[in-house]
């Protein structure tokens, strides 16, 4: 991780070619943007190989049980646990910025500055 505040956590991940990241578990809405795209192999939290894919562009989920839902937009070629691990099998460096939603709304753009404004997290 890298930055973070009441209602944000950003992460920046690198993984050269045959590097595996930690299995890890998320626990917040969230939505990854590539900034240098792989291919990508994905573990269960079990151990157990779930798919692999090309990691590109940008991806969004939501947390719904043990599982990650798919926002619209975002496809996989199989369902995503929470908890995962994957490995750049690809050729190149993989790079994503990921960003957790620590609090998920329903409120528009507006309605949040108002919201912020009012409990003095902007001026």
Known sequence: MFWQDEFTKVW???????E???MHTHNYDY?????????LAVWG?????????????SLSF???DQMLEPAPGTELP?????THCVKNI???TYREILIEHKATTNKTGLQLAAIKLAVGFAK
Request: hydrophobic share 40%; net charge neutral; glycine share 12%.
């Open 90 to 92: 690809g050729d190149s």
């Open 62 to 64: 939501f947390v719904r």
């Open 31 to 39: 939505t990854f943007v590539v900034s240098e795209p792989s291919q």
């Open 20 to 22: 595996m990241a930690k």
């Open 45 to 57: 939290a079990g151990g157990d190989f779930l798919f692999e894919f090309r990691a590109q562009g």
């Open 78 to 82: 199989w369902v995503l646990p929470r």
């Open 12 to 18: 920046n991940m690198t993984l050269p070619p045959g």
